[in-house]
């Protein structure tokens, strides 16, 4: 049984609406997983997960007879989504694995709730709390979540090759909850079956990793991966240890909340071209892979011209997020460096192709030429430079 804050914190008033919708269609409903794990452990809980005894197209006549919203997000898998008080919670159907290939599982619905725990991953996450405040735990997950271990279901190995993704949530939920010495069955297992990495689709790679990396302190784990040999089957560049513990002591000095992508940064080498090769193996969206790029050049750029215009120019050109995670990358002068870039109040470029035009400069590609040289200009001069001294720099040009 849960404390009465605990209880308090799990079974909000939507919650138990929704407990309550199943329960007068004739089913049974539990939170499941990360919400349980985590009030145990007395941490925020995010999202809160719902298993039921019902499949899911009766839950979703149950939700519309109700009035709240629902959408069919994973119905092949027994999901459906419940918006209400403008929250989403999935509610999925017990399920137990009918086959496995290492990518997928095919399921059949059940409503044995130890069956639907025994085809979850680990043991902290097959939590289950129902309306009155019970709390079920199957295979002694409570014991292991408040030890910091990270412990498989079973056989590792065979869990490993039902889904091969599970090495890698292996060492995202060590990095999140692990402590001490990792479990020896499920390090081994993922050592040896890593080669089978590759056969993974890698946008779900790429939300692993980032998962992983956006965890408090997540050295301890890359740290496993890179002795376990693990790294080379999805991100073989990613092994500067040294540079990430550097960007976590620099992030704890300052108080400074973590970044995945700024922290994947740290871990590649200066190289041409590497920040590009891992953002299109991993997937990583538009705005990531520009993110990692730019992560990738700018410590470069700041060591040849650490002065205060230099980090000015750069912070133009950039932009002040992506200058303060790149500051962060570079231990020497940080502290000076931030507030140089907390500082700027933003600097707009006082011409555009019109002012030329009033020249007489036809609307050519030269016209576009004259504007950059203005512009660098006035960038050279430390954005000093006025509109009226910008226009006599451009009517010097053109004669």
Not at 22 to 48: H, Q
Not at 172 to 194: H, I, K, M, N
Not at 210 to 238: C, N, T, V, Y
Request: hydrophobic residues 45%; contains cysteine.
């Amino acid at each position: 049984m849960l404390r009465p804050e605990q209880k308090e914190t799990l079974l909000t008033p939507s919650v138990r609406r929704l407990f309550e919708v199943i329960a007068g269609g004739g089913g049974e409903a539990r939170l499941v997983g990360g919400a349980v794990r985590d009030v145990v452990l007395g941490r925020p809980v995010r999202d809160r997960d719902l298993a039921t005894t019902l499949p899911p197209d009766r839950v979703m006549e149950l939700l519309i007879a109700q009035g709240i919203k629902v959408v069919p997000t994973g119905l092949a898998h027994g999901t459906v989504t419940a918006i209400l008080d403008r929250m989403g919670y999935e509610i999925t159907t017990l399920r137990r694995d009918v086959t496995t290939d290492g990518r997928r599982a095919t399921v059949a619905f059940t409503d044995d709730w130890r069956a639907d725990a025994a085809r979850r991953d680990f043991t902290l996450n097959a939590l289950y709390v129902d309306a009155a405040g019970n709390l079920t735990d199957y295979f002694e997950g409570i014991a292991d979540a408040r030890a910091g271990q990270i412990r498989f279901i079973g056989a590792a190995s065979a869990r490993i090759q039902e889904d091969v993704l599970r090495i890698l949530r292996f060492f995202r939920f060590y990095a999140w909850f692990g402590a001490g010495e990792p479990d020896a069955d499920a390090l081994t297992s993922c050592r040896a079956l890593a080669p089978l990495i590759p056969r993974l689709s890698f946008e779900r790679i790429g939300r692993e990793v980032l998962k992983l990396l956006a965890a408090p302190s997540p050295l301890s784990a890359w740290r496993l991966m890179h002795e376990g040999d693990i790294l080379p089957f999805f991100a073989e560049e990613a092994q500067n240890l040294g540079r990430l513990e550097s960007l976590l002591e620099t992030e704890k000095a300052i108080n400074e909340p973590p970044c995945a992508l700024s922290r994947l940064a740290a871990l590649l080498p200066e190289e041409e071209g590497a920040a590009e090769q891992v953002a299109g193996r991993l997937k990583l969206s538009n705005r990531e892979t520009e993110q990692l790029k730019a992560l990738a050049v700018l410590p470069i750029l700041i060591r040849a011209d650490p002065s205060s215009q230099g980090i000015r120019k750069l912070v133009y050109r950039y932009g002040c997020q992506k200058m303060r995670s790149a500051v962060l990358l570079e231990p020497s002068g940080v502290q000076e460096s931030l507030e140089i870039v907390a500082a700027w109040e933003g600097a707009v470029f006082p011409l555009k192709g019109r002012d030329l035009l009033a020249f007489g400069i036809p609307a050519t590609p030269r016209l576009g030429e004259i504007l950059k040289d203005i512009e660098t200009w006035w960038i050279e001069g430390d954005f000093r430079a006025t509109r009226d001294a910008c226009l006599k720099k451009a009517a010097a040009l053109v004669v």
